[in-house]
Structures are given as C-alpha cells and as structure tokens.
C-alpha cells in the first residue's frame, strides 16, 4: 500500500454532541475539552495509519476560530499531513454544526505531533 492509501485509510472523523457539562460560563465548549478531543482524534489517526504504539510529544498553534456553542454537533477530522523517521504530524479540525439546520463551519484547527514508540518507551521508525 502507498503512503497516500495509508494516510486516506487512516482518516479517523469522530462525531459529538456538545451538552451543557462540557462548556462553560458563556454556553461554550470548554477550550481544554476541544484540545483533549482533538489528541485523542490525532492519537487515532496517527495508530491507524502506523498500526504502532504512539505518543503525542507536542502540539502546534491551534487556532479557535469560533465559538462552539451547547446544543450542537462537532465533528473532528483527523489527517496525517507529514510522516517523518520515527514521528508523524496529524492535522485536526473541527466543524460545528447545527442540530436544525444545514450550517456548517470550522470552528478549531491545530497540528499535533506523535512518535512511534517499542515496549520499552524508546522511539523507534514509523512503518510505512
């Protein structure tokens, strides 16, 4: 399989509903609960495509472009975008959606960076 198969198969779209005991005082998603959503969506992705152990080592800029209020969809999409010796970088957005209508924006956008690890918790190469 070619590098661009694996990194279309390892796509991972995740779908929640925000409630309200995931937001807060401005009826918002909490901005911690987006990013956790968002690791776990680039952890997926990133051992998908690997099929390996992974760890998140860092995060890049991740830009909250809008608000995502209580009583709405979210769908996280996460894509490998670069695969390096023993690391990969996965994009992660999220769109917001309305329950009763057909609106649809991206809401949050960010870069999370993993590494490939052995059981001893030392980086070893990314299968390709």
């Known amino acids: 399989m070619t590098i661009e198969e694996r990194i279309n ?3 991972t779209r995740i779908f929640k509903t925000v409630f309200p005991d995931t937001t807060n005082h401005y009826d918002t998603l909490f901005g911690g609960t ?5 690791d776990e969506v680039a952890f997926i992705t990133a051992t998908r495509f690997s099929r390996q152990r992974m760890v998140t080592v860092s995060s890049d ?4 472009k809008k608000p995502i209020p209580s009583g709405t969809f979210i769908e996280l ?3 490998v975008i670069h695969v390096g010796n023993t690391s990969l970088k996965v994009n992660v957005e999220i769109y917001v959606e309305d329950m009763y209508s057909d609106s649809r924006e991206q809401a949050i956008m960010g870069n999370f960076t993993l590494v490939a690890i052995d059981e001893n918790k030392a980086p070893v190469p990314v299968r390709r």
């Open 34 to 38: 987006a990013m956790r959503l968002m």
């Open 61 to 64: 800029r991740i830009d909250f």
């Open 9 to 11: 198969n390892s796509e």
């Open 77 to 79: 999409i996460g894509r």
